[in-house]
């Protein structure tokens, strides 16, 4: 018995120092959803109306108050309503940049593309809410690295061109790993 | 000829069972319950199934290999801003292989026995849309036992997950972990050696 609680200890001690090596921090830390609601209604059209939304985190009070024990943004979701005013199928999609773009080429060529593949009917109008929008999400881990500077630019486009759509509802959600 | 080597070896395995049995003794198993997630506000509770052997080193000290799956319940967010609607997310879920250390009474024999867990596991968690995540973890916790007869048991167990990881592309961030409670029931059935 007594070399038996010896090894029991030693076990102990030894997951004790693992926990220790992980650190506190690991230990403590949670999960909390950030939600950015305050994304205005946009039109979007080739070349002639092109306005990305800007978000900056450092206005969020949730990201404020978590933002200096944040470990990870672990999930970026999505919730929007697409109308595809054009007469074909429309493609939904929304890049991420810290960059400004006037343009959707230029976008294509240098924006992160974060959701693709939404098929919106013609002259239709579909609503993503946050589950499906997982259902389109790519490139996480690029995009999660623009998302750490706080600061950066949404692009609501189609695939194809030309392109014609009202987006509405839009809102951003951000599951990050920190101090809950 | 592959075939026929491996059912030799079998049926000697099966032979020789028996006089081993008289000095040894192990468990397989099976375990279901609830999976709670804890402080993660973009899961909600789940469900846990298993299967788990035993294998006694000593009279109170065993080792247990294992898999565990635990499915999160989907999270869910008020909209303020679209009404107070909610809208939910995939909760995620995790398939881990591991080792536990079982240390107290563990011979399963017919009566009531205690004991404590401390395992290490590789977990993978997978969310959908989201890339997997395969890492290192910890199990911790306490169980108890109650043999019905000297080969069959239900086993109580309340264990915790702990999954650290660290996002390497985030230069401010430390490592972080997601952590889950798992309250089980159990069916034990072991081979080998009764009390009696």
Not at chain 1, 160 to 176: A, Q
Not at chain 2, 93 to 120: E, M, W
Request: proline residues 3%; charged residues 20%; negative net charge.
């Amino acid at each position: 018995m007594k070399k038996t609680s010896i090894i029991a200890l030693k076990i102990g001690l030894g997951i004790l120092a693992l926990l220790m090596t992980l650190g506190n921090n690991c230990i403590t830390s949670g999960n909390i959803v950030v939600v950015i609601d305050n994304l205005s209604d946009l039109e979007g059209q080739t070349d002639t109306t092109f306005t990305p939304r800007y978000v900056d985190l450092t206005d969020n009070s949730d990201w404020q108050d978590h933002k200096d024990q944040l470990n990870s943004v672990d999930d970026i979701g999505f919730a929007c309503k697409i109308t595809n005013h054009e007469s074909t199928v429309a493609t939904g999609q929304i890049w991420i940049s810290e960059k400004s773009y006037s343009s959707p080429a230029d976008v294509r060529a240098s924006a992160v593309k974060i959701l693709d593949g939404i098929a919106i009917a013609a002259g239709g109008t579909r609503s993503i809410e946050w589950k499906e929008s997982a259902d389109f999400l790519s490139h996480f881990n690029e995009a999660k690295t623009i998302i750490y500077k706080e600061k950066f630019h949404l692009y609501f486009m189609v695939a194809e061109t030309p392109f014609h759509i009202d987006v509405k509802d839009i809102i951003l959600f951000l599951s990050c790993n920190g101090k809950p | 000829m592959k075939f026929r080597i491996a059912l030799l070896i079998l049926l000697l395995s099966v032979v020789m069972i028996n006089p081993m049995a008289q000095a040894f003794r192990f468990s397989v198993g099976a375990f279901g319950g609830l999976n709670l997630p804890v402080a993660q506000e973009d899961t909600k509770s789940g469900t846990v199934i298993g299967l788990k052997a035993r294998i006694p080193v000593t009279t109170y000290l065993a080792v247990e290999p294992n898999y565990t799956y635990l499915k999160n319940g989907d999270g869910e967010v008020k909209v303020g801003s679209l009404g107070d609607i909610m809208m939910t997310r995939d909760g995620g879920k995790y398939s881990t292989y591991g080792v536990d250390v079982v240390f107290g009474g563990v011979t399963g024999y017919k009566g009531l026995n205690a004991y404590g867990i401390l395992g290490v596991a590789s977990a993978k968690f997978a969310k959908k849309g989201l890339p997997d995540l395969t890492k290192g973890s910890l199990w911790l916790g306490v169980g108890f036992e109650f043999g019905i007869t000297d080969y069959l048991s239900v086993d109580f167990r309340g264990k915790a997950l702990i999954f650290p990881y660290k996002d390497d592309s985030h230069s401010n961030g430390d490592t972080g972990s997601r952590k889950n409670g798992a309250v089980t029931v159990g069916l034990n059935y072991y081979f080998g050696v009764s009390e009696e």
